[in-house]
């Protein structure tokens, strides 16, 4: 039961993520082997906030940048969900196989390490390198030097694609396939990405949104909560704070990309949930289809007893 559930949750996301590769190469051949009038050749480029605001700048034209904005208004009320089921270049390194593996334990184990390898407390800080990495691109960008469009996830997935397109090899897109595989494939997202960096500040400026105003928002009850760290295992970008927190309501975590694996992991019923504007589509623990039935017709066995 609780088997085919997170099958069912994970394989839905999967194809979600497959349909928005599948649309990214579309785009991007319509873009490189014209004539097209059915597709606009930067899509996804005109979504991405950074390299709009950068292209827009440069231009001045600044009505191209609605659909960066709509992603930023959504972003501020719900979180990262951009990166755990749109992104191409993201979700094409969550499906790759990779060396690292995460296995349940104790919570402290799956938390990440810092420099000299120690386990980094629940409520330590720690300086994350891709808000660094996105002040650096940003203040090369105020002198003049635009090498955001080296490292944004969407110039580089767009550009290997061209290249692919093109027999030539797209060696950014190689080194980071071997991250992937070598370190975890999420590992880019979490530390490195600049736009997961700039996703990640805007949806801590909506943290105290509550869930009724989110189009996609994780809620944890912690009185369900047991703290057994499988949904830390089952996070594709190796958050520990879900586990982690002791609140009750929606958890608004920076890292967090709202894919729901943790809810389809965790064993305990009504312990997480994934709510749209407040009425859960996934919840931890439910059991479904059948068996869900047969409970509910034992409860009526049961009053007319």
Same mark, same amino acid.
């Given at each position: 039961?609780?088997?085919?559930?997170?099958?069912?949750?994970?394989?839905?996301?999967?194809?979600?993520?497959?349909?928005?590769?599948?649309?990214?190469?579309?785009?991007?051949?319509?873009?490189?082997?014209?004539?097209?009038?059915?597709?606009?050749?930067?899509?996804?480029?005109?979504?991405?906030?950074?390299?709009?605001?950068?292209?827009?700048?440069?231009?001045?034209?600044?009505?191209?940048?609605?659909?960066?904005?709509?992603?930023?208004?959504?972003?501020?009320?719900?979180?990262?969900?951009?990166?755990?089921?749109?992104?191409?270049?993201?979700?094409?390194?969550?499906?790759?196989?990779?060396?690292?593996?995460?296995?349940?334990?104790?919570?402290?184990?799956?938390?990440?390490?810092?420099?000299?390898?120690?386990?980094?407390?629940?409520?330590?800080?720690?300086?994350?390198?891709?808000?660094?990495?996105?002040?650096?691109?940003?203040?090369?960008?105020?002198?003049?030097?635009?090498?955001?469009?080296?490292?944004?996830?969407?110039?580089?997935?767009?550009?290997?694609?061209?290249?692919?397109?093109?027999?030539?090899?797209?060696?950014?897109?190689?080194?980071?396939?071997?991250?992937?595989?070598?370190?975890?494939?999420?590992?880019? $997202?979490?530390?490195? %990405? /600049?736009?997961?960096?700039? =996703? !990640? &500040?805007?949806? +801590?400026?909506?943290?105290? *949104?509550?869930?009724?105003?989110?189009?996609?928002?994780?809620?944890?009850?912690?009185?369900?909560?047991?703290?057994?760290?499988?949904?830390?295992?089952?996070?594709?970008?190796?958050?520990?704070?879900?586990?982690?927190?002791?609140?009750?309501?929606?958890?608004?975590?920076?890292?967090?990309?709202?894919?729901?694996? $943790?809810?389809?992991? %965790? /064993?305990?019923?009504?312990? =997480? !949930? &994934?709510?749209? +504007?407040?009425?859960?589509? *996934?919840?931890?623990?439910?059991?479904?289809?059948?068996?869900?039935?047969?409970?509910?017709?034992?409860?009526?066995?049961?009053?007319?007893?």
């Amino acid at each position: 039961m609780k088997k085919g559930r997170r099958r069912g949750a994970h394989w839905v996301r999967r194809a979600v993520q497959a349909a928005f590769i599948a649309l990214f190469f579309v785009v991007v051949w319509s873009a490189s082997y014209p004539p097209s009038t059915t597709l606009s050749e930067n899509l996804f480029l005109r979504v991405d906030p950074l390299a709009g605001i950068t292209a827009a700048w440069e231009s001045g034209i600044w009505l191209y940048l609605i659909p960066a904005w709509i992603l930023l208004g959504l972003t501020l009320v719900s979180g990262r969900f951009f990166c755990g089921w749109i992104c191409p270049l993201g979700s094409g390194l969550e499906m790759l196989p990779s060396l690292e593996k995460r296995r349940a334990g104790k919570i402290s184990r799956l938390r990440p390490k810092d420099i000299f390898g120690r386990n980094i407390g629940k409520k330590d800080l720690r300086l994350r390198f891709k808000y660094v990495f996105l002040a650096i691109l940003l203040l090369l960008f105020a002198v003049g030097i635009n090498a955001i469009w080296i490292f944004d996830p969407l110039v580089i997935a767009n550009r290997a694609v061209v290249f692919i397109f093109a027999g030539s090899v797209p060696f950014l897109l190689i080194a980071l396939i071997v991250l992937a595989v070598v370190v975890g494939p999420r590992f880019w $997202c979490q530390e490195m %990405c /600049p736009l997961g960096a700039c =996703l !990640s &500040l805007v949806g +801590m400026a909506g943290s105290r *949104l509550p869930a009724a105003v989110s189009p996609l928002a994780l809620v944890k009850d912690e009185g369900a909560c047991t703290h057994c760290g499988k949904c830390a295992c089952s996070c594709p970008f190796g958050i520990t704070e879900v586990a982690d927190s002791e609140r009750t309501g929606r958890l608004a975590i920076a890292d967090c990309a709202l894919c729901g694996e $943790c809810v389809a992991a %965790c /064993p305990e019923r009504g312990a =997480l !949930s &994934l709510r749209v +504007m407040g009425a859960p589509v *996934l919840v931890s623990g439910r059991r479904q289809g059948v068996e869900e039935g047969q409970e509910a017709l034992e409860e009526a066995i049961a009053c007319e007893t």
